[in-house]
């Protein structure tokens, strides 16, 4: 091994050199966990969307004929606003849906967060 003065520049380079690689890799990992909250919100806002869309064919199927939610004209502006509803509930973690599946898959991640906190 040569320890003159000359090999030393290039030691600290390949330091800063192995030091920007692991900080890629965590800025990746931190992009894939944004991009897994992200996705997993909106399924988390897909499911209750659903989940509204069901209750309300439900009390349609058991309201009377000449209710106001069996009205057809009603449907458009009702979906719209079964989708607003879902994205606010889905984007305060009001089921917690979305928190599960980022735990389920990156366990490391959110076992980290849990023992910081």
């Keep these: 091994m040569d320890l003159s003065p ?3 520049p290039l030691d600290a380079a390949a330091g800063t050199a192995a030091t ?6 965590v800025a990746a990992a931190a992009e894939t966990a944004q991009r897994l909250s ?8 897909f499911f209750v969307a659903q989940m509204l869309k069901q209750m309300r064919q439900t ?12 009205d057809r004209v009603n ?6 606003a079964e989708q607003a509803v879902a994205d606010g509930l889905a984007g305060h973690s009001a089921f ?4 599960v599946l980022v735990r389920q898959m ?3 991640a959110s076992a980290a967060t849990r023992t910081s906190t």
């Design 6 to 8: 000359t090999s030393r």
């Design 20 to 25: 920007g690689t692991h900080d890629q890799a």
């Design 38 to 45: 992200a996705a997993a919100v909106k399924f988390e806002s």
């Design 59 to 70: 009390t349609a199927a058991l309201a009377d004929s000449g209710s106001a939610i069996n």
């Design 75 to 80: 449907d458009s502006a009702l979906s719209l």
């Design 96 to 99: 917690g849906i979305a928190d």
């Design 106 to 108: 990156l366990p490391a």
